[in-house]
């Protein structure tokens, strides 16, 4: 009896045990972060700003001239900015200034990522791209858990010309309740990336780029992406590439953002 009574006590304790862990270890599911230090490659330049609580985060920028339009790029939880500097060259050549921030954890930089943290410093970084290239258009490109920075940054902001959301989601949380249906999820998500409800506070047009059989940000949430916004439109791409735009061998994807750029980049 005493074993038995013993083997209900685990069973029933592991519920308990399995949200703990979701608790203590949330950092570890949401964030990736490659330490690799970023380098400039040929064409770009190596950036540091300084952010509000004292650390000096690097990332990249290349210059079209000094009257284009700027796309400021935020990339998803794994890698780190230089790994997209190869989509930013073609952005670079279809005559835009690319901007390509690196969070902090991420890419040699110091300190640990976290949805309040990065989201202050992608601030100060929105406020070196205006005073860098003053009274230039921008646009913000927000890569999978970037939509959610580039979203929380676009709302209710002045200035944002145009906002790319490729391979988005709605939160978070949503996307947790998919993976872990029978957990607490709600109760336990410290990083929410709320994306959905701040899309009525942007004010600039939205271009959401998605791919059909995506099982990481399923197509459902770029589908619930755009019908929220103000201004929304969808591309959708075949194939089940994450992030859809820069796993996307044959191009599409680029080149529907470039077009979209074109359209609302306009010095």
Known sequence: MRRLLTAIAIIAGLPLLLVGALWAGQERLIFLPDPRVIAAPQGWERQTIRTQDGLDLAFLT?????????????????????????????????????VLAEYRGYGGNPGRPGEDTIAADAATLLAWVQTRFPGQPIALWGESLGSGVATRLAENRPGIAAVVLESPFTSVADLARGMYPVMPTDWLLRHRFESLSRLPGISAPVLVVASEQDRVTPPGHALRMVAGAR?????????????????????????????????????
Do not use: C, I, K, W
């Open 231 to 267: 201004d929304g439109r969808l591309v959708m791409l075949p194939g089940g590439a994450h992030p859809a735009v820069l796993n996307d061998a044959s191009g599409q994807g680029v080149r529907a953002v470039v077009a979209f750029l074109r359209q609302h980049l306009r010095d």
């Open 62 to 98: 290349a210059t079209a001239g000094p009257r284009a339009p700027v796309v400021l790029h935020f990339h998803g939880n794994g890698g780190n900015a230089e790994d997209r500097s190869g989509l930013g060259v073609l952005l670079n050549r279809a005559g835009y200034t690319v």
